[in-house]
């Protein structure tokens, strides 16, 4: 069973620019939430992607934005970049289960660094 | 979601058990109680979640009161591999279709393994 991956593991940009950080979820998942960890704090929650919609968002400008494609996998886009941004994304993936008890679990996660 | 309350580190011999513990005093009758961990800079590792009976896997045992207010997690013989952060959350499993993604964590636990 292939867990979740990330791609890049590391990225480097410049504030003002655009990045794409990628996601492929665990094999018979559909679920995709994507979470913000700054350094020294617990992962904050973006949003999260079901049946290739939006699903619920946390506190996130629309600066942030994702997709989910037919397979699950996901994107999360994030535009005009600040020195703020500058984290460790994570993406967790969790299938629907009848009744919940959607355990998320998360990939290795791609460090960004905006200068 | 409940809040938790953790202590912010903690200390245990190699081969000895690790008792962590949480405070979720405003946990209601619908939620987990899930745990996770993560080693440095690395993606959190699901460990367990339940509801109100005790619960054990391969890689702890969590310990839930009767009352639900609060829980343990038990690492029963901790390795120099299981210094990480310790997470506890609470939070709704639904009913439906959908799946709630939102995991809300907190700081967490600093657990520091000694030889």
């Known amino acids: 069973e292939t867990g979740v991956t990330q791609s890049p593991t590391h990225l480097i940009k410049t504030r003002g620019q655009q990045v794409t950080l990628r996601c492929s979820s665990q094999?018979?998942?559909?679920?995709v939430s994507w979470y913000q960890q700054a350094l020294g704090q617990g992962p904050q929650f973006i949003f999260q992607?079901?049946?290739?919609?939006?699903?619920g968002r946390g506190n996130f400008p629309p600066r942030f934005s994702g997709l989910q494609f037919p397979n699950y996998s996901s994107e999360l886009n994030v535009n005009a970049l600040e020195l703020d941004d500058s984290a460790l994304y994570l993406c967790?993936?969790?299938?629907?289960?009848?009744?919940?008890?959607?355990?998320?679990?998360f990939g290795p996660g791609t460090r960004l660094t905006v200068l | 979601d409940a809040k938790t309350t953790q202590p912010p580190s903690m200390d245990c011999a190699e081969g000895r058990a690790a008792n962590l513990p949480c405070n979720h005093s405003?946990?209601?009758?619908?939620?987990?109680v899930y745990w996770y961990r993560q080693i440095h800079s690395q993606g959190p590792q699901y460990i367990i979640h339940?509801?109100?009976n005790n619960e054990t896997n391969e890689m702890a045992s969590l310990i839930i009161t009767e009352d639900r207010k609060s829980s343990t997690l038990i690492l029963p013989h901790a390795t120099l591999r299981d210094t990480a952060v310790y997470y506890c959350?609470?939070?709704?499993?639904?009913?439906?279709?959908?799946?709630?993604?939102?995991?809300?964590f907190g700081q967490g636990t600093i657990l520091t393994v000694h030889p």
């Open positions: 959350i609470v939070r709704v499993a639904n009913a439906g279709g959908t799946s709630y993604g939102k995991l809300t």
């Open positions: 992607y079901y049946r290739e919609e939006e699903n």
């Open positions: 094999s018979g998942h559909n679920t």
């Open positions: 967790a993936s969790s299938p629907v289960r009848r009744g919940g008890r959607d355990t998320q679990y």
């Open positions: 405003t946990i209601s009758g619908n939620e987990y």
């Open positions: 339940g509801l109100k």
